[in-house]
T-cell receptor, first 113, second 116 residues
């Protein structure tokens, strides 16, 4: 089983619908992140959390919200999805030691029609 | 202004040859970390190599090495003896300041195609 698990892996929805992407991890890391990947734009940071009580906006947080339900769970919500939120979404974790590289989930591909 | 610039949208190399993927960065913080990730067509993000701004030597990990030129603010990834399995998108990323847990800023990526 993957250390960082994202659900759903694929979702097609309609404009205006509420969508939640979930992320859970078994790595025991405190820090969790949500990134969005668009073709030709690389990965852009949406939100990040250093612990259950700490939530921080990234560079493209508008239209998104997050919830850190537990150390191991970090959810991303689109309250009213729009077509330009069609993208590949990644959850990632890191710990506070060593180089602190990010460990990524397998991604959630979201299509908003 | 972009923090991480990858100027090569696509690169092509033949098997067994070496290839250099360019990355320049912009920061005024003396403490930063530089990372390279690989994204195969299957989509997962794979960590390859890390270089800290205070590291005296260039980082190496197997066939991957990082050509770190601090004065030029460049952190190019060198892949030696390319293999077909190296065909993927490659992302350069930076963390500033270099504190574990600080989010990474990514470049737009370079697509590498390895042919036989």
């Amino acid at each position: 089983d993957a250390d960082v698990t994202q659900t759903p892996r694929n979702r097609i929805t309609k404009t205006g619908k509420r969508i939640m992407l979930e992320c859970s991890q078994t790595k025991g890391h405190d820090r969790m992140y949500w990134y969005r990947q668009d073709p030709g734009l690389g990965l852009q940071l949406i939100y990040y959390s250093f612990d259950v009580k700490d939530i921080n906006k990234g560079e493209i947080s508008d239209g998104y919200s997050v919830s850190r339900q537990a150390q191991a769970k970090f959810s991303l919500s689109l309250e009213s999805a729009i077509p330009n939120q069609t993208a590949l979404y990644f959850c990632a974790t890191s710990d506070g030691t060593g180089p602190g590289e990010l460990f990524f989930g397998e991604g959630s591909r979201l299509t908003v029609l | 202004a972009q923090k991480i610039t990858q100027t090569q949208p696509g690169m092509f190399v033949q098997e067994k040859e070496a290839v250099t993927l360019d990355c320049t960065y912009d920061t005024s913080d003396p403490s930063y970390g530089l990372f390279w990730y690989k994204q195969p067509s299957s989509g997962e993000m794979i960590f390859l190599i890390y270089q800290g701004s205070y590291d005296q030597q260039n980082a190496t990990e197997g066939r991957y090495s990082l050509n770190f030129q601090k004065a030029r603010k460049s952190a190019n990834l060198v892949i030696s003896a390319s293999q077909l399995g190296d065909s993927a998108m490659y992302f350069c990323a930076m963390r500033e300041p270099n504190q574990a847990g600080t989010a990474l800023i990514f470049g737009k990526g370079t697509t590498l195609s390895v042919s036989s």
